[in-house]
């Protein structure tokens, strides 16, 4: 409801959009109902445009909260599935990746994998701060997880 009230009150010049959707995962940060922001619906009313405009009208021209509360769930459960698939296949590639670094690879190697789950894009130079190594030696890493295909340049 906060985000269709938001919309309704439309305060800003710019920017209403992308803040009244952030406003809902802030929210229910807040509120204690999701530990961390991971839920996000724009792409959700983005694939469902049309009705997104026409629920968000029928709440301010007929107070139609019903109708709103149905389809902003819908997208709650959508979000929430396709949030959990990601997930899941992040933990297989997690599982998948330490076999080969750890089978394999240095101390380095390691410590910078588990880096990059927390910070996935990482330059030469913020390996060589976070490992408190010198310059070469985070380069070999880094070459040696392109030549993996773990990273991309």
């Not at 010049?13 to 952030?22: P, V």
């Not at 997930?87 to 410590?111: P, W």
């Amino acid at each position: 409801m906060i985000h269709a009230q938001f919309e309704t009150i439309h305060p800003f010049l710019d920017g209403n959009g992308r803040i009244g959707r952030l406003l809902i995962t802030f929210w229910l940060c807040q509120q204690n109902i999701l530990k961390y922001p991971l839920l996000y619906l724009s792409c959700y009313f983005k694939h469902n445009r049309l009705e997104y405009y026409d629920r968000l009208m029928a709440v301010r021209t007929k107070g139609d909260w019903e109708g709103w509360l149905k389809f902003f769930l819908k997208g709650i459960a959508q979000v929430s599935d396709e949030a959990i698939a990601s997930a899941k296949e992040i933990l297989v590639l997690r599982k998948e990746l330490n076999k080969l670094v750890y089978d394999n690879g240095s101390l380095n190697h390691q410590r910078l994998l588990e880096r990059l789950f927390e910070q996935p894009i990482i330059t030469v130079n913020r390996a060589s701060e976070f490992l408190e190594i010198s310059y070469p030696t985070a380069k070999r890493v880094i070459d040696d997880f392109c030549s993996k295909g773990i990273l991309k340049s």
